[in-house]
């Protein structure tokens, strides 16, 4: 068995995995604050599957952690994780002496793309064999590469950053200091920020207002949508990913946000027969709601170098 | 010994490899023009080798083609080699008979990556560890990600097709039909047409034009350095290559080009620390003038899968 978790800005969800990559339990437990209340966070979501999934303890074989922030390549060091309050932390320093059990962290973005990976390689992206990209929408915009079952993980731990690419020399300042990055258009941060009104879904309430007609809503709700089709694009023409899934806090909104970044995606490709070849609109997906994929990629990070038989995924 | 050919649409660049990686014998000869006299080259250059370089028959394991144009995954069959008068070839079928060892064809910008990357893996990229990305400056723009010494293939063949990613929605028509890409702005051809005035080296004579003060040579030269740089950050934000290696007829500008671009790099980094951080200036470097990479890689064409012994790359 093996556990992975997804520690959230609020909330932490955690799954036990069998051998088989199946999901046998899931709890989730509210997020602590700073680096202590962090690692008290995985002691606690630990403890509550071993007691409400009936996990016996002595069947864990490891323990893996989706983080928020940078994780340092090849370490379990987590820097700059400026939600949870952690400005630095090794995690398995600090919680490997109470589980006895490997510990393994991953960026969460990275892992979610590993869980989205293996629970749609089954649907027909070639049984495994296949690439996928994760992209995140959430307050920035991140994306983690899938291929063959395995991360692509860069020189740097750079893999991914789509969302500081530049599609408009004249378009908004971006908190990186560029203009026009796809996050500075599409990001929930920029946008809110932009929008500058209160409210507790401010991208939703663009959404809503831009339906009303108000146009300053309408001019970032356009530019959401053109900054995530960039993104599809950036990825599919890089890393020719067969599926792009979209994921992250953004994509609350549901069917809303597919059909504008559909729309997109075809007016764009109006003019080009070489980007209608590539047909991206039916090559982009949401992850479910409430779906497992960050915490099921927590616990799967590391496994292929673990063993040597194949780890089936469910 | 295994031989590796780069077929360009004026000649043929052929070397022998010997087990160890190390380049033991190099030719030219022109390319024939349409799908016979391509395949006749290509025995040509075979026949050359065995003769100038004193390459034993009986020693040749196998011949390795780079072609302009798509090579069909998983086949040996070129399409659109328009350069090379060739709408559809399978290449193997055409001389394989004749040598009578396998047969492999790849793209020659990825070819051409791999080659750059075995070329340079002993220059301190990781030893072959670490990933790198050819960006082929021509007619046209495309990309080969190299990791670990393996080509990243992607799902359908687009994997590197970065110079039709817009980074400008106001910018110059491509002639894929969308506005702004970055062969628009940056590829041989594109600026050639923009130029629209007669010479041998029309993106020489604009640099040229450009330091003699024309208006219009400025703004196309600034527009090349503009969509190289933007190639590299696309390269290094998404796949996270620890280099970007410049090969392909435009860099026959050399130091200039050079200097444009790393002037580009540098200062639109000048407001973002992010993009300082990644010191994308340092990771950029040119392939040398007359480099064999292109036929070396070439001859390196699924030589990973043929072998179980590592095939060491001098």
């Known amino acids: 068995m093996r556990l992975g978790l997804d520690v959230g800005g609020t909330k932490t969800d955690a799954v036990a995995v069998d051998d088989a990559g199946r999901i046998v339990g899931r709890v989730r437990v509210p997020t602590g604050w700073g680096p202590d209340a962090v690692a008290r966070t995985v ?56 589980l006895g059990v490997p510990v393994r962290v991953e960026n969460d973005v990275k892992a979610a793309a590993l869980g989205a990976y293996a629970l749609h390689s089954a649907d027909g992206w070639g049984g495994g064999s296949g690439s996928m990209a ?76 831009a ?38 806090g953004v994509t609350a909104l549901g069917p809303r946000l597919m059909a504008d970044v559909g729309a997109e995606l075809t007016a764009s490709a109006a003019t080009s027969p070489f980007m209608r070849s590539l047909r991206l609109d039916g090559r982009v997906q949401p992850l479910p709601a409430g779906s497992p994929a960050a915490a099921l990629g927590a616990a799967l990070i590391g496994v292929a170098h673990d063993t040597e038989e194949a780890f089936a995924h469910g």
Chains 1, 2 share one sequence.
């Not at 952690?65 to 398995?92: F, I, Y």
């Not at 959401?224 to 960039?230: D, K, M």
């Open 43 to 98: 002691l606690e979501a630990v403890d509550r599957l071993v007691v409400e999934a009936s996990v016996p303890r002595t069947d864990i074989r490891s323990v893996g952690v989706g983080m928020p922030g940078q994780v340092e390549p090849g370490t379990t060091r987590v820097v700059h994780a400026v939600n949870l309050g952690v400005e630095e932390l090794d995690l398995a320093a600090a919680v490997a002496p109470q």
């Open 134 to 209: 994760y992209l995140n929408l959430g307050t920035g915009i991140a994306a983690g590469i899938v291929s063959g079952g395995e991360l692509w993980r860069g020189g740097r731990g750079t893999a991914g950053e789509v969302g500081h690419i530049s599609i408009d020399p004249n378009g908004p300042e971006c908190r990186c200091g560029q203009r026009g990055c796809i996050e500075a258009l599409a990001g929930g941060g920029a946008i809110a920020e932009r929008w500058g009104r209160p409210g507790a879904l401010p991208v939703r309430d663009v959404f809503d207002a």
């Open 211 to 248: 339906d009303a007609g108000d146009p300053e809503a309408r001019v970032l709700r356009a530019g959401l949508a053109r900054g995530v089709a960039a993104a599809v694009r950036v990825l599919v023409l890089t890393a020719d990913v067969d599926a792009v899934v979209l994921g992250g």
